[in-house]
């Protein structure tokens, strides 16, 4: 199994009430699931998890879902490094305000 396999586990764990119970009280929030209309939502969702990296193992015990391994951990991390300015760039093509080709082309 690999890291967004994982990942999967855990957002279709947060749709399921009694699962998503035990994700607000062991990280004080719901976790936000990837979807189709937004571009940036794997990027933002993917974020999410790792900003609770240290709870995780509990997270997971709790859910009865397989550990990350720290290598994993670590793909995850990467992907996120990469895809930041991506997902930044794209955030600012998918706002409502000031969107034009300006941000792609120099002026």
């Known amino acids: ?5 994982k990942c999967a586990q855990l957002w279709q764990k947060s749709n399921k009430p009694k699962s998503n119970e035990i994700i607000i009280k062991l990280l004080g929030h719901t976790l936000s699931s990837p979807g189709a209309t937004r571009w940036n939502s794997t990027f933002d969702a993917v974020s999410q998890i790792l900003k609770a990296k240290e709870k995780l193992p509990i997270l997971q015990q ?17 992907y996120c490094l990469v895809m930041k300015p991506l997902a ?5 093509l998918q706002g409502e305000d000031n969107v034009s080709l300006d941000i792609c082309y120099p002026v």
């Open 1 to 5: 199994m690999n890291a967004f396999s």
């Open 62 to 78: 709790n859910l009865t879902l397989k550990l990350f391994k720290e290598t994993e951990l670590l793909y995850l991390e990467e």
């Open 88 to 92: 930044s760039t794209l955030d600012s």
